[in-house]
């Protein structure tokens, strides 16, 4: 008996340290059978691209990070890469999609496993249908398939959704999804990987950037409690789905940036200032002036976070 019971144990502990045969998640099924017919707008990532730039390099362990697009327009997601198959975060564009499962399949042997979105956007989206026909599960907050349909954009319908929160389990390691708020839209989710203090937290954080444009498809307040609820996280890693990742020390200045912005600008306001006087008016730390793109997009931030104020406020009468 007791060399049956230490043999269990054995087995026991070899499938917890391997996690062998475990891959699985608590998301819930989407039926696709409305979509089946959606109409969908030219992919605009589609066409043949053999000199964008693309890569796939290490972070820590077996988390790697995927890049596509030159400079400036560089989009980016975290890859984690398991015996039981990878899990790719935001493709981005179709035509470097079939680049990365490939080369995924060439360097690791394994297909990918679980596709999954930040948010419904998509020039961040675009390409997961490649992953999705060669068996991938597409996983996205449950927010974003109104816009993916209502938008028309040509990616995957997601498989599997969920409202607060969802845990992957593959080859043994956790992914941690959480919708914190609206923010950068409302489909906005957070994906933890905890064994490498590592998080995805695209467009809503940044990385010694400026914020884009005029805040496109912005929720003020939600904004403010997630870079809080990233600040409270055990990370160390932080991809921004663009430019390099960032540490919280980058997510703490971005929102003492927003609030200061947004504190500016409701003061301009009610001091009764029209546009044409107030953008002339707005102030900017010398450290912000050095984040990428301040050329290009104080004004335009100016102008998102106008509309924020004139729209969430009332005067005397
Ligand atoms: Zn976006």
Known sequence: MKLFSFIATVTALF????????????????????YANRQVLK???????????????????????????????????????????????????????????????????????????????????????????????????????????????PTAIPDRVFDEDMTITLGGEKVLLHR???????????ILFPKYKALQCTDVCESKSMPYNDFLDFYYDGWIESLNWVLAQDVDVIDVGHYTPATK????????YMIDLHQQIL???????????????????DEVKKWIAYDQMHVLNIMGMYRWVSNHRRGEW
């Open 15 to 34: 499938f917890t340290l391997t996690g062998a045969g475990r891959a699985s998640d608590n998301g819930v099924p989407l039926d696709h059978s409305k």
């Open 43 to 153: 992919d605009f990532t589609a066409a043949p691209c053999p000199d964008n730039p693309r890569g796939l390099t290490q972070i820590k362990g077996n988390l790697y990070r995927h890049t596509t697009g030159p400079g400036l327009a560089v989009h980016s997601g975290l890859v984690l890469i398991t015996k039981e198959g990878a899990l790719v975060i935001d493709p981005a564009m179709t035509c470097t999609a079939t680049w990365l499962r490939d080369e995924i399949k060439s360097r690791f042997n394994v297909k990918v496993k679980y596709v999954v979105y930040t948010h419904g956007h998509a020039d961040h989206i675009s390409g997961a249908q490649v992953f999705q026909q060669d068996g991938a599960i597409v996983v996205a907050n449950q927010r974003a398939v109104e816009p993916i349909v209502g938008e028309r954009i």
């Open 180 to 190: 914190v708020a609206p923010s950068h839209s409302d489909s906005m989710t957070m």
């Open 249 to 256: 020390d980058d997510e703490r200045a971005l929102r003492d």
């Open 267 to 285: 003061d301009l306001v009610r001091n009764g200032q029209s546009w044409d006087e107030l953008y002339r008016n707005v102030h900017f730390s």
